[in-house]
């Protein structure tokens, strides 16, 4: 019984260890912007097989409608994208980054270590809409969202044969001095009129 309970502990470990974690989050520069202000959001990969960012896609849905403008700016070592361009109300269709790696004739480049930053977006709110708080979610894509390799063997690991986490970002908007006053004002004249 005890070699049949040691075999089983075993194999659940062997299984474990087989285990592919992918990741990519999200960093803003601010949490808490003004209207009309600009911030970066600024996408990290990481993994838990390989030793460097080989490419992937992903794109970008949110809640803000104050979102005038997004642009997209690969990291340095990405030296194939593809950029979806911004798709209107804080969301981004699809981007593709990646770099060629042949391990002895083209090592991967310095920056793209599992970890690393995959690039950022330039966010720009649009002064007169104003939402209180955004969430930025990072999409999915097909047929992989992160693929990482091996500098020294060569081998590839791909998020779709792994567990993919994908993060978000949430930032609160403050609103301008203008705005609040009109809601002191808006909470006075509903409180008048109660009485």
Known sequence: MKKVMIAAAVAGCASVSGAQNFSLF????????????SFTLTVYGDA????????????????GECVQ???WMPAAWSAFNTDGGYAGDGDYNQVVFGQLVIPGIFPPAPGSENGSHIGSFQVQLDPAIGDFSITFDLVAASPFTLETVDAVTGDTYQ???????????TVAII???????LLGLGGLAASRRRR
Request: glycine letters at 12%.
């Open 175 to 181: 609103p301008a001095p203008g705005v609040l006053s």
């Open 69 to 71: 403008s997004m642009q």
């Open 48 to 63: 838990d097989v390989g030793t460097h960012l080989l490419g992937g896609a992903f794109s970008i849905e949110s809640n």
């Open 159 to 169: 998020s779709s044969s792994g567990n993919l986490t994908l993060g978000s970002a």
């Open 26 to 37: 999200l960093v803003p520069s601010v949490t808490a912007p003004a209207p009309s202000s």
